[in-house]
């Protein structure tokens, strides 16, 4: 079955402080694995989007990592604003004979706090 | 340049109703994805369409269905509504079908079935 899996499920930080966030899967075969940031009641945002040979892509204060080979990704986020306040959610995605599936984690709540 | 844009924005309605919730891609797209958002959740893929054609079905009953306009705009029905049902639907547009290719996504119609 394919499966994404975040953790922590939530988490709590100091404005300023840096701090990762971690993507496992076994989605297969893999395509592309995006993360989002998602404000409470709103769509999701792209941050970063990596294929199977990318593996760190960077976006401002965000910078993610891929290890395709152990199906882990990582989401570093520098420097905290109160602003990083959302959920943050990694998804999978494959493409096989011109038919798509994509597979959201369930996500990881942050809370930067002053 | 306009984003994705859904309606409506919220919507009531009692089980065993039918609903439609509509989606314009931003002007250029054109594939265009549905997804459920269980409070608390991350995003379920339900479908995407490419070029009016499904090109892409998560887990979901018969109940759940869709089609895209030669404008490229879609339509997401669900029959037969049941509590479960309640949820944001989020609607995401791409230029292409490529899994590469970057998904912006609408801000949700929000569905309650009482």
């Known amino acids: 079955k394919n499966q994404v899996e975040q953790s922590p499920q939530s988490l709590i930080i100091l404005e300023g402080k840096n701090c990762t966030l971690q993507?496992?899967?076994?989605?297969?075969?893999?395509?592309?694995l995006r993360w989002y940031k998602q404000d409470t009641g709103r769509g999701p945002v792209s941050l970063t989007i990596?294929?199977?040979?990318?593996n760190t892509k960077s976006n401002g204060r965000y910078t993610a990592t891929l290890d395709a080979d152990t199906k882990q990704s990582s989401l570093h986020i520098t420097a905290s604003q109160l602003s990083d306040s959302a959920s943050y959610i990694c998804?999978?995605?494959?493409?096989?004979?011109?038919?798509?599936?994509?597979?959201f984690g369930t996500g990881t709540k942050l809370q930067v706090i002053p | 340049d306009a984003g994705v844009t859904q309606s409506p924005t919220h919507l009531i309605k009692t089980r065993g109703q039918h609903v439609t919730l509509r989606c314009s891609p931003i002007?250029?797209?054109?594939?265009v994805s549905w997804y459920q958002q269980v409070l608390g959740q991350g995003p379920q893929f339900i479908f995407q369409y490419y070029e009016k054609e499904e090109r892409g079905r998560g887990n979901f009953p018969d109940r759940f269905s869709a089609r895209q306009f030669p404008n490229y705009s879609s339509e997401l029905n669900v029959n037969a509504l049941l509590l479960g049902d309640s949820a944001l639907y989020l609607c995401?547009?791409?230029?292409?079908?490529?899994?590469?290719?970057?998904?912006?996504f609408g801000p949700g119609t929000r569905l309650t079935v009482t």
């Open positions: 998804v999978v995605s494959t493409l096989s004979g011109g038919y798509q599936k994509v597979t």
């Open positions: 995401a547009s791409s230029l292409d079908l490529g899994t590469t290719y970057e998904q912006y």
């Open positions: 990596m294929t199977f040979s990318e």
């Open positions: 002007s250029g797209h054109k594939s």
């Open positions: 993507c496992n899967y076994t989605v297969s075969p893999f395509s592309n």
